[in-house]
């Protein structure tokens, strides 16, 4: 059975609640999913044997891209990743009123393909209340399971 990692960063639980429905639709494609708050990921869970690394951080500042705070975190650490030919996808929560909109997923992203990831689908940006696109985040999950 194919075995995915779902990591998140989450402030105020939207993306903590995304990062669960991503777990069950997933499941339900017959992956066992696993998910992490990223305050307690180590480097041996990106050296375990998932066959795919679902990243999820919801997007603060104002002026410029920050992550969520403990995604920010994680992030500096990322490079001693190895994640050199291992299935990524990314997603966040956000909110179109700011000028970068989800602008966490974009430099996650941008971040795991520097470091040789294959980033197999678009990242997945949400727009408010998770609950509006509760669809949306099930097709996204499909897609990721399709991928493996
Ligand atoms: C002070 C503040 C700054 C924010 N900055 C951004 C931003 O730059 N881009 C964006 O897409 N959303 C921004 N947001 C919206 C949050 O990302 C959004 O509320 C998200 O759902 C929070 O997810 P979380 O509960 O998983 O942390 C901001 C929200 C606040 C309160």
């Given at each position: 059975m194919?075995k995915?990692?779902?990591?998140?960063?989450?402030?105020?639980?939207?993306?903590?609640?995304?990062?669960?429905v991503i777990?069950k639709?997933v499941?339900?494609n017959?992956?066992?999913?696993?998910?992490k708050n990223v305050?307690?990921?180590?480097?041996?869970?990106?050296?375990?044997?998932?066959?795919v690394?679902?990243?999820?951080?919801?997007?603060?500042?104002?002026?410029?891209?920050?992550?969520?705070?403990?995604?920010?975190?994680?992030?500096?650490?990322?490079?001693?990743?190895?994640?050199?030919?291992?299935?990524?996808?990314?997603?966040?929560?956000?909110?179109?009123?700011y000028e970068?909109?989800?602008?966490?997923?974009?430099?996650?992203e941008g971040?795991?393909k520097?470091?040789?990831?294959?980033?197999?689908?678009s990242?997945?940006k949400?727009?408010?209340?998770?609950?509006?696109y509760?669809?949306?985040v099930i097709?996204?999950?499909?897609s990721v399971?399709?991928s493996?």
């Amino acid at each position: 059975m194919a075995k995915a990692l779902i990591v998140f960063g989450s402030t105020t639980g939207n993306t903590e609640s995304v990062a669960h429905v991503i777990a069950k639709a997933v499941a339900e494609n017959k992956i066992e999913a696993k998910v992490k708050n990223v305050t307690s990921v180590s480097k041996s869970d990106f050296s375990a044997a998932y066959d795919v690394f679902i990243l999820g951080s919801s997007t603060w500042g104002d002026d410029e891209i920050e992550l969520q705070e403990d995604f920010a975190e994680f992030y500096e650490t990322m490079d001693d990743l190895d994640l050199d030919g291992k299935k990524v996808a990314v997603f966040g929560c956000g909110d179109k009123s700011y000028e970068h909109f989800c602008g966490a997923v974009d430099a996650i992203e941008g971040k795991c393909k520097s470091l040789g990831a294959d980033v197999v689908v678009s990242g997945l940006k949400i727009d408010g209340d998770p609950d509006d696109y509760a669809d949306d985040v099930i097709d996204w999950a499909n897609s990721v399971a399709s991928s493996l």
